[in-house]
């Protein structure tokens, strides 16, 4: 999320910058990083019939059809975390939401409405009220985002408070929709749509009411709230009364203004009220300039504002869901492939300065341009729209991109205890990681880190007609209510290699349970059933397949052997980076001169190198390609140190390191 004019480039002429920058990619050529995902589907087969003309021109025709599923992810209210770091981050970021009471969330929406505050205390930040000094034109986001995430708590905990709380601030929020004279809804005046459909500067209105409008439609799907059903109606059809009366070419300008996935959430109203109607109005947020090269297969991505983009795509993909429409899968297909494969930095993360501002796979390139490196919220999208792609084709490999953003930057991006999140994980060598405070930030990563951490029981496992997906190895449980078939995984991968699994049935049950093969193993591993090691095993990226009929008390044991492996940077080969196993490592630079100052609050959403002390980052000598013949495990289970070097580095998984310097890219010769 990119504050306006605040940058070396806006999202309002990013038209411009798109035509002076991206060269098209040969497609058929790219060589995707290893753990980028598959592109796989129809594009292929459609290649040749791909038309000269934008595929996006003219007027779009919503039809519904929808695409059946080929998985989908069991509902959080059939997985359980169990005791581990992801158990542990959830209950951090329980504590921060429960410390946040709804009076303030509602400040801003009751001021705006004219209804009584109270002497409630404003939050600040990205939050702060009208009549404060710094003001802030996205003032309301935050309360969208913390009704989806309470929504998300309750479906993954069952936590009844946190239900309470935002069933609340739902009819706190209708009774302002209702001041409001029934439709509109937000935190900001009128004004701000006047100056946004006269193009004069305005932060983001759509933006903010898209948080808003999913954080209803979380409360509806998720906890059964029918007020939030009613006051998404409401803002749903404001929108098509605001949007209706524009031309296409003005609504063309209006979409340069960064506007969330406000297409995505019109879509999820379509479909869960099977009113057309919806899908209509989510088409007019359809940013064709954008759209276009995308389904052509053109990366004409350099310039573009990162995060104001991914949750356009995720739209494109639920239109597809919806209507079988292929240009909208087509944008989703590539846009992922492209992205995860010659845009992402070794943790996954993606962007810098919030923008790409370099071509594709010139990413040592990319990444010397700032410090401001790998958006939060670009990996809480890219994980949601990567999920997306998972439902239409199974393929393991999107769970080797998923593993890697979670196990680096989604796990390790929350402080221990304070549940406080960060806005960039930079990978500067040199950088340390930087936090929100409890009420002065709210910052758009805030917002998606109460949505993660709120759900990181999502996606272990999936489900198909023939049986369950094993996606994840993170300790939980899963309980398959339809075909009385629960599944216990107990790991504490990645400090030990394996994982272990039980079963219980209420009766005898006939399904299969595919293991996913990690792409980052050296071999297929060895797996045991009920103690017996299997003859059978499978290819590293694909998954091992049990078929047979489970009994309560039944076994499986999957090793996952973890070994150091290099990863360079694609335009600059000596520019490396060390994995173990799915584990991004830092090496471990000190904590010297790094204040509280330096590590936390507003003023900090990425570390400001140039405020602490000079640092001089070792370079090293490699002498084998092998990285286990100079890099050696140390005292603790996944930590290693360099040999042979001038200066020697400790390296330990970056999602363990917290207040300490660190580097991620080394230059090895
Ligand atoms: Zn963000």
């Known amino acids: 999320m990119r504050k306006r004019n605040s940058g070396r480039f806006s999202r309002r002429s990013f038209g411009a910058l798109v035509a002076a920058g991206s060269a098209a990619p040969a497609l058929m050529a790219q060589q995707a990083a290893p753990a980028s995902a598959p592109n796989p589907n129809t594009s292929q087969q459609r290649r040749g019939t791909i038309p000269e003309t934008p595929p996006f021109e003219g007027p779009i025709e919503f039809t519904r059809r929808e695409v059946p599923l080929r998985a989908e992810p069991f509902p959080t209210t059939q997985v359980r975390l169990l005791p581990s770091v992801y158990h542990d981050a959830q209950e951090w970021n329980r504590g921060y939401m429960a410390r946040l009471a709804a009076s303030r969330l509602l400040y801003n929406f009751r001021a705006n409405a004219?209804?009584?505050?109270?002497?409630?205390?404003?939050?600040?930040?990205?939050?702060?009220?009208?009549?404060?000094?710094?003001?802030?034109?996205?003032?309301?986001?935050f309360t969208g985002h913390f009704l989806s995430a309470s929504a998300q708590l309750f479906a993954s905990t069952g936590d009844g408070d946190a239900k309470a709380k935002a069933d609340e601030m739902v009819d706190g929020l209708a009774k302002c929709q209702r001041q409001l004279g029934g439709k509109y809804l937000s935190a900001f005046p009128a004004e701000f749509w006047d100056r946004l459909d006269a193009r004069k500067p305005v932060w983001a209105p759509f933006y903010t009411i898209h948080k808003i409008m999913a954080g209803m439609y979380d409360m509806y799907r998720l906890t059964g709230n029918r007020q939030a059903l009613q006051v998404l109606e409401g803002m749903a059809a404001w929108a098509d009364e605001w949007t209706a009366s524009k031309t296409e070419e003005h609504m063309q300008q209006i979409l340069g203004t960064e506007y969330g996935g406000m297409n995505e959430v019109l879509y999820n109203l379509a479909a869960a009220t099977n009113e057309d109607r919806w899908a209509t109005v989510g088409d007019r947020f359809t940013k064709k300039v954008f759209f276009n090269p995308l389904a052509l297969r053109r990366d004409e991505l350099r310039g573009l504002h990162v995060n104001t983009h991914i949750p356009q795509v995720i739209g494109a993909a639920r239109r597809y869901e919806i209507s079988g429409d292929t240009r909208f899968h087509d944008v989703a297909d590539y846009f992922f492939y492209e992205v995860s494969g010659a845009r992402s930095y070794v943790t996954?993360?993606?962007?810098?300065?919030?923008?790409?501002?370099?071509?594709?796979?010139?990413?040592?390139?990319?990444?010397?341009?700032?410090?401001?490196?790998?958006?939060?919220?670009?990996?809480?999208?890219?994980?949601?729209?990567?999920?997306?792609?998972?439902?239409?084709?199974?393929?393991?490999?999107?769970?080797?991109y998923y593993e890697r953003t979670m196990l680096n930057h989604r796990i390790g991006t929350i402080q221990p205890t304070t549940g406080h999140t960060q806005y960039y994980l930079s990978l500067t060598p040199g950088a340390w990681k930087t936090f929100c405070d409890d009420d002065q930030c709210f910052w758009c990563c805030t917002g998606t880190g109460v949505e993660e951490y709120s759900k990181l029981n999502d996606s272990i496992y999936w489900r198909d007609e023939a049986g369950v997906y094993v996606n994840l190895f993170v300790p939980s449980e899963l309980n398959w209510n339809d075909r009385g078939f629960r599944l216990r995984q107990e790991t504490k991968f990645p400090e030990e290699q394996v994982t272990r699994f039980s079963v219980t049935v209420d009766r005898p049950v006939q399904l299969a349970v595919r293991l996913r093969i990690p792409s980052w193993l050296q071999s297929g591993p060895m797996v045991k059933l009920n103690g017996k090691a299997l003859e059978a095993t499978a290819a590293p990226g694909s998954y091992l397949t049990l078929a047979r009929t489970w009994n309560s008390g039944d076994r499986i044991e999957m090793e996952l052997p973890m070994h150091l492996a290099v990863e360079a940077m694609p335009d600059d080969r000596t520019m490396q980076a060390f994995l173990f196993g799915p584990l991004v490592l830092a090496g471990d630079l000190g904590s010297d001169g790094l204040t509280e100052d330096l590590m936390v609050g507003p003023r900090v959403n990425g570390p400001p190198l140039r405020r602490a002390p000079a640092l001089t980052i070792p370079t090293f000598r490699a002498p084998s390609r092998d990285p286990s013949a100079w890099i050696k495990p140390a005292d603790s289970p996944l930590a290693f140190r360099t040999t042979g070097q001038s200066a020697e580095v400790n390296l330990v998984p970056l999602n363990s390191l917290f207040g300490r310097r660190y580097s991620i890219y080394w230059q090895v010769s």
């Not at 939050?127 to 309301?140: C, F, H, I, K, M």
């Open 114 to 141: 004219g209804l009584p505050t109270g002497n409630t205390k404003p939050l600040g930040g990205w939050e702060q009220p009208a009549n404060a000094d710094r003001s802030s034109e996205l003032r309301g986001h």
């Open 348 to 400: 996954n993360g993606t962007s810098n300065g919030e923008g790409w501002l370099a071509p594709p796979r010139e990413l040592a390139a990319e990444l010397k341009q700032s410090s401001a490196t790998a958006e939060c919220c670009c990996a809480y999208n890219m994980l949601k729209l990567a999920r997306h792609l998972y439902s239409w084709n199974p393929n393991p490999r999107y769970f080797d």
